[in-house]
């Protein structure tokens, strides 16, 4: 992408409005626009992003042998009705009316929508277990949005639901997306952080919050300080083996509730007790009976009598990750987007556009590193080279690639990782593009 036709509009100045780094770097960046309070355009680069981290997450999903499909936005307020919960969810949820009087509402979350195709479709143990996910824009009217993507009204969320024929599969199901999301976050270069949650009225049941450590969030951490020696891309998972082991290693090393913050009853040391703040980026929830029983969703079990499924839902900020992903990696100049979600992986920079031995330099590498499938931005403007740095450090393109008559004398081009103290790297045209194809 040549950036002299990319649509991206970046500011110079903070935006007056952005309390935190991760909301002025996207406004910044031209990442993202408000339409209104909490709900937001995503521009071409911040598109992009999304897109990037959206894909991550279904490949760990469809790893852990769940299957994607596409729920509506819209939903009848009958379904809510049943489960109960059309009156208790409050003024976050936006109801609707349609030209014939029906009440419907804007989903904030989709138990209900899919225990009605559940149990519309499925009637024996034998065809459980079911896991089956969204991606896709939720509604809940925040009191107070803020803070950019991060609480939004409309946002983007990957939501995940288990239907299992008894407890033991339940918590299998609960197991493996556990796993999965400590694989998801770390691949988009956070530590995620599995905190025991709160499961407010359903007695017994296991949740668990992921969080991710920022000064910023609003979420209090206390873990044990050994967590963040472990990787969890080490996990080479076999998700059909069982995975208790791993759970259970991992949540002692995070036995972590909110009752820690009363020190006597606190599984961790003292000196090895770590405290901080963060941003909630994923949930996971085994409740049980609670949908089934009340909508009905029964199926016949190995004795042929009638049981309720045994469920469970899980779910991923997807537009609130940008933001987190965002406070956990940058610096003063902008954002260092993690490789595996940058929205480019190459910043092409022009140091003088229009004199012909650089034009045709970076035409070279412009054309052999896109051949090569490497994702490229151009900077191709006839602009001061210092505007022009600033800017690929400000959208926080992981590799920087500087093109300037003086270096060219000499056959040589420089290479900068974003992020790395400003370490530059001198080599030839065709050491360049070897090494970033
Ligand atoms: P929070 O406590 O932050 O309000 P929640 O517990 O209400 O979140 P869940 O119902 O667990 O949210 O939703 C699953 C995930 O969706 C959360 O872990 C979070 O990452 C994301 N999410 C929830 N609310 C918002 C929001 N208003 N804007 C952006 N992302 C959100
Ligand atoms: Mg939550």
């Not at 991206?8 to 408000?34: D, F």
């Not at 769940?66 to 059309?86: C, D, F, H, K, N």
Request: glycine share 8%; aromatic share 10%.
């Amino acid at each position: 992408m040549r950036l002299s036709r990319y649509f991206l509009p970046t500011l110079k100045e903070n935006p007056a409005e952005a309390q935190i780094v991760s909301h002025r770097l996207m406004l910044r960046a031209g990442m993202v626009r408000q339409s209104a309070a909490g709900i937001y355009s995503w521009l071409p680069m911040g598109y992009k992003v999304l897109r990037n981290i959206e894909q991550v997450v279904r490949e760990e999903m469809d790893a852990a042998g769940s299957q994607e499909v596409l729920m509506p936005t819209i939903q009848p307020a009958e379904l809510w009705q049943e489960s109960g919960r059309y009156d208790d969810y409050g003024k976050e949820m936006l109801r609707i009316t349609d030209r014939h009087d029906r009440s419907l509402l804007y989903g904030p979350t989709h138990e209900e929508v899919v225990t009605d195709i559940f149990r519309n479709a499925v009637k024996s143990y034998r065809d459980l277990p079911i896991n089956l996910y969204q991606i896709h824009w939720k509604f809940r009217d925040e009191v107070r949005p803020r803070f950019g993507v991060m609480r939004g009204r409309e946002f983007f969320m990957k939501d995940n639901y288990s239907f299992d024929i008894d407890a033991a599969g339940a918590v299998r199901s609960y197991n493996k997306m556990f796993v999965a999301y400590l694989r998801c976050f770390a691949r988009l270069g956070l530590t995620p952080i599995p905190m025991r949650a709160d499961t407010g009225a359903i007695g017994g049941d296991l949740s668990h919050e992921f969080i991710v450590l920022a000064d910023t969030g609003e979420s209090a951490v206390y873990c044990d300080k050994s967590w963040f020696k472990t990787n969890p891309l080490d996990l080479d998972v076999d998700f059909e083996s069982d995975l208790q082991p791993i759970v259970d290693e991992w949540t002692t090393l995070y036995a972590a509730t909110d009752e820690m913050h009363d020190a006597a009853d606190c599984p961790v040391a003292a000196d090895q007790l770590y405290e901080g703040r963060g941003i909630e980026v994923g949930h996971i929830f085994y409740f049980g009976t609670k949908y089934s029983t009340a909508m009905g969703a029964t199926v016949t079990d190995s004795s042929g009598a009638d049981v309720p499924v045994e469920m469970g839902s899980h779910g991923i900020g997807v537009s609130r990750l940008v933001g987190a992903i965002i406070e956990a990696s940058h610096d003063e100049s902008g954002i260092i987007w993690p490789e595996s979600i940058a929205p480019f992986k190459v910043g092409l920079i022009n140091l003088r556009a229009g004199d012909d031995a650089c034009d045709a330099a970076c035409d070279k590498l412009y054309a052999d590193l896109q051949k090569a499938g490497v994702e490229i931005i151009y900077d191709d403007r006839d602009e001061r080279a210092g505007v022009k740095f600033a800017n690929m450090d400000l959208i926080g393109v992981p590799w920087q690639l500087a093109v300037g008559p003086r270096g060219l004398k000499n056959g040589v081009v420089e290479l900068k990782r974003r992020g790395s103290d400003g370490d530059k790297e001198e080599l030839s045209i065709e050491s360049a593009i070897a090494r970033l194809s």
